[in-house]
């Protein structure tokens, strides 16, 4: 009967076997490789349309530093335009009224009076035989001018000589009609006016006092001069001609 008992007991006692549990599997990752590489795929397909659009002739052409670069020319330009206009205009205004060398007008005279400086009648003087006294004398005919140099002008229109219609009024004139106006400058209210030597031509007597007397009238007919300074070549002299006429000072109106 004991070997009964202690079978019991035996069989009442819990196992005592261990369970061994079993890690989970790890991921290897294999799921998202189609993924990565539709992702590759599409990078390398913009990346070969991106080279397709710059490539032409043979050579890689991006054109966005360029037009920016030409963008920043245009500007720089336009701004540089821009101040030099400024800065002309500030000058135009800083400066005074330049003088007209041919007529001594100021510039601001000249912009009030534009009409009559463009379209003026002046005095051309000739000379006029008086059949009874048989003597002659000065006397004017009218031109009628356009432009800005009066007095160059003026003296042109006397250099030339009376014209046929004119002649046939009586005007003759010392003056010759190749006498050359080499230069006019103007020195407050007097004028130097270099002539070529032909003013000396036939200088004698009477005829050349009435030729200095024509070129003085005709000139001192402006507001801004009073007399002139006859110059020969550009040098001036003390006197002209044989009888030697003095010419050394500012001449005037007789």
């Known amino acids: 009967m004991p070997p009964e008992k202690n079978s019991k007991k035996k ?10 549990k079993t890690p989970p599997p790890r991921n290897s990752g294999g799921g998202n490789a189609p993924f990565y590489v539709l992702v ?10 991106l080279l397709n659009k710059f490539y032409e002739n043979g050579k890689f052409t991006i054109p966005f530093p360029k037009n920016m670069a030409a963008r920043s020319d245009s500007v ?4 540089e ?19 007209d060398r041919l007529t001594g007008a100021a510039d601001e005279k000249k912009s009030d009076e534009k009409t009559v400086v463009e379209n003026r009648e002046v005095s051309v003087y000739f000379l006029k035989l ?4 048989e003597k002659i004398y000065l006397s004017t005919v009218k ?4 432009g800005k140099q009066l007095l160059s002008l003026t003296l042109e229109q006397l250099i030339k000589g009376p014209t046929p219609y004119e002649q046939g009024k009586g005007y003759i004139t010392a003056v010759p009609s190749h ?27 009477d005829i050349l006092l009435k030729r200095i007397q024509q070129i003085v009238n005709t000139a001192t007919q402006f507001d801004n001069i009073d007399s002139i300074i006859i110059k020969i070549n550009g040098q001036r002299r003390k006197t002209i001609g044989g009888d030697g006429l003095s010419i050394g000072g500012p001449l005037r109106r007789s």
């Open 11 to 20: 069989s009442t006692k819990p196992s005592s076997k261990k369970t061994v």
């Open 143 to 146: 031109r009628k001018l356009t």
């Open 40 to 49: 590759i795929i599409i990078l390398i397909t913009i990346i070969v349309l």
């Open 179 to 205: 006498l050359k106006i080499r230069n006019i400058d103007i020195k407050g209210k007097t004028a130097e006016i270099d002539f070529n030597g032909v003013i000396e031509e036939g200088a004698a007597g």
């Open 76 to 79: 720089k330009e336009k701004s």
């Open 81 to 99: 335009t821009s101040k030099e206009k400024s800065t002309e205009s500030k000058n135009s205004e800083d400066k005074p009224g330049k003088i």
């Open 130 to 133: 008086d059949e009874k006294s």
